[in-house]
């Protein structure tokens, strides 16, 4: 039979978990209006019903990727931060936590992007008459199917900063160093390095 501390602290682990799976679905709504806010829809002309980006649109193919990198990757600092310093106790169940809710985060942010960027330029080039200019929507390089953005590696910027946060304030933390820079002076070797020693 288990105890009654022991059923309270994994009630507490499955709200902690629970809670880092929904917060990086909020932030990747966020992030996703972030990302179709700064970036400039590369630039195309149907042909022949056809869609083809032009000059400028070629140089500006790969900005989508990038800002969904930039952005994905200081929202997974971010988050990973806030975990660590807020969520006390568990440190594998935050672990997990954060990391599923860094890959929910990276699905919410591609799909809130896509959807609030402009329509696929395929489908318009094929009513479009030749040489109309049409921008393209918002995507990963080498996704093809939207409900599955993690064809591009770009989607592991969230957990890649999340996880850089982690294992940055765990293991080095400003708790973890004044921890270590306060001798115990109730101690025998605290005693003797408070007094110099």
């Not at 649109?57 to 994905?72: E, I, M, R």
């Not at 765990?170 to 005693?191: K, M, N, V, Y």
């Amino acid at each position: 039979m288990r105890s009654p501390r022991t059923s309270t602290s994994s009630r507490r682990e499955a709200v902690v978990f629970l809670g880092l799976v929904v917060a990086g679905a909020l932030t990747g709504v966020v992030t996703g209006w972030l990302w179709e806010l700064v970036w400039t829809p590369p630039t195309g002309a149907a042909w022949e019903g056809e869609w083809y980006l032009d000059r400028d649109g070629l140089l500006q193919d790969a900005s989508a990727t990038g800002w969904y990198t930039v952005v994905g990757l200081v929202a997974g600092i971010a988050l990973g931060a806030v975990a660590a310093r807020w969520v006390r106790g568990a440190p594998l169940v935050v672990l997990a936590g954060v990391v599923l809710g860094s890959l929910v985060h990276a699905w919410v942010m591609y799909q809130v992007g896509h959807l609030l960027g402009p329509d696929d330029p395929h489908a318009i080039a094929r009513t479009a008459g030749d040489w109309e200019p049409i921008i393209s929507d918002l995507r990963l390089a080498g996704v093809e199917r939207q409900w599955w953005p993690f064809a591009s590696t770009a989607t592991l910027a969230p957990a890649v900063g999340a996880l850089i946060s982690l294992i940055g304030i765990f293991l080095g933390g400003p708790g973890r160093r004044h921890r270590r820079a306060t001798p115990d002076l109730h101690s025998p070797d605290g005693a003797r390095a408070g007094s110099g020693a």
